[in-house]
């Protein structure tokens, strides 16, 4: 997974990807799921099909992971961060990092989720999606603070919850943007969900 | 729904509901999900077909929706909390109250877990499930803290990642005791959730 991408050919990766996804979420919206096929979908991006399967194992995987984004991935961007910055501001920056580029596809976002809700199968495996990036970051976080592998495993429940809370913040902030017609901007949003997270224990922490 | 029922009437319900459910998970895991039937659950629950349809809508409602948690109960829930406790307070409650019979049921929910991930469709209807729940949560906070409807839609995002993170929490927590085989309470490792949720912006939350 590459957050800013450097070199041409890694910006002809990323379009290649995004021109895949982008057939593929309007063949199924036209077609329906089960009417699209990989060849459909290759020859609707102008690429060979097997083309298509150096970016994605299948269609399902083109309309739920649109980025790639593997645990070493997550893993260098909680290491990148400042050793000064605490384990919650960590992990919101990690969360906006990775959430801030959906800014530029809102309407594919919301095109992908109406298509994602009408297939129970896509539902379950953007869910394991979700519980994979979130244990990723859980094992990343658990490396920036020095745990061990036991540690992880038996006082881990703090990490899971801080990652589980900040995740949950992230998605809440994207999908109220997402159904809002994007009025206010993306990282605005997150800002205010993440400073809700900080100012959890506030007496009247909802004005 | 009934957090503490009262009368024999409402006790013979609920011990009808969990007969059903114990059948269904147990037939289910026995034969796979697809070679059980509503007749096959009733008979071995030792009540008419009809019956089971006054609990539940199908065998997919059997398995997922082990309690009933209307939006009228929810909002019951909430409304009943002390007028002096904080919204991050109220709301661990009231998760605390809906989580911790869980405790008595801890290898019925290991085994309905597994019988949900395999089955999409389940797994489907499991998030809606929980999306449903936090929304009747959000509503009813909005209305305990005296919020417009208008309100809730604009500015509501606050109370949708309060309600997220502690319905984070808790799951995660739930998920800890129950892949721990029990070994602490399910009581201590809610309290320790969500005692995390309160000093998330202690500097080193993690310990």
Same mark, same amino acid.
């Given at each position: 997974m590459t957050v800013t991408p450097v070199g041409r050919?890694?910006?002809k990766k990323l379009a290649t990807r995004q021109a895949l996804v982008s057939a593929?979420?309007?063949?199924v919206a036209e077609r329906g799921f089960d009417r699209v096929t990989v060849e459909d979908i290759s020859e609707a991006a102008?690429?060979?099909p097997r083309t298509f399967f150096n970016y994605f194992a299948s269609k399902e995987d083109a309309v739920v992971s649109r980025r790639r984004i593997e645990p070493a991935g997550v893993r260098a961007l909680v290491l990148a961060r400042p050793a000064a910055e605490g384990p919650l501001a960590a992990v919101c920056a990690v969360l906006r990092e990775l959430t801030l580029p959906a800014a530029e596809y809102r309407e594919e976002l919301l095109l992908r989720q109406q298509v994602i809700e009408r297939h129970p199968a896509l539902v379950a495996r953007q869910l394991r999606a979700y519980a994979e990036f #979130?244990? %990723?970051m859980v094992d990343a976080m658990a490396e920036r603070l020095g745990?061990? %592998?036991g540690q992880v !495993?038996? !006082?881990g429940l703090r990490l899971r919850v801080l990652v589980a809370a900040v995740t949950a913040a992230a998605r809440s902030a994207a999908s109220h943007?997402?159904?809002q017609a994007g009025r206010v901007p993306l990282d605005t949003l997150l800002d205010e969900a993440f400073a809700c997270l900080t100012d959890l224990?506030? #007496?009247r922490t909802v004005d």
């Amino acid at each position: 997974m590459t957050v800013t991408p450097v070199g041409r050919r890694e910006r002809k990766k990323l379009a290649t990807r995004q021109a895949l996804v982008s057939a593929t979420l309007r063949l199924v919206a036209e077609r329906g799921f089960d009417r699209v096929t990989v060849e459909d979908i290759s020859e609707a991006a102008d690429v060979a099909p097997r083309t298509f399967f150096n970016y994605f194992a299948s269609k399902e995987d083109a309309v739920v992971s649109r980025r790639r984004i593997e645990p070493a991935g997550v893993r260098a961007l909680v290491l990148a961060r400042p050793a000064a910055e605490g384990p919650l501001a960590a992990v919101c920056a990690v969360l906006r990092e990775l959430t801030l580029p959906a800014a530029e596809y809102r309407e594919e976002l919301l095109l992908r989720q109406q298509v994602i809700e009408r297939h129970p199968a896509l539902v379950a495996r953007q869910l394991r999606a979700y519980a994979e990036f #979130e244990r %990723a970051m859980v094992d990343a976080m658990a490396e920036r603070l020095g745990h061990s %592998a036991g540690q992880v !495993g038996e !006082g881990g429940l703090r990490l899971r919850v801080l990652v589980a809370a900040v995740t949950a913040a992230a998605r809440s902030a994207a999908s109220h943007w997402m159904h809002q017609a994007g009025r206010v901007p993306l990282d605005t949003l997150l800002d205010e969900a993440f400073a809700c997270l900080t100012d959890l224990n506030r #007496e009247r922490t909802v004005d």
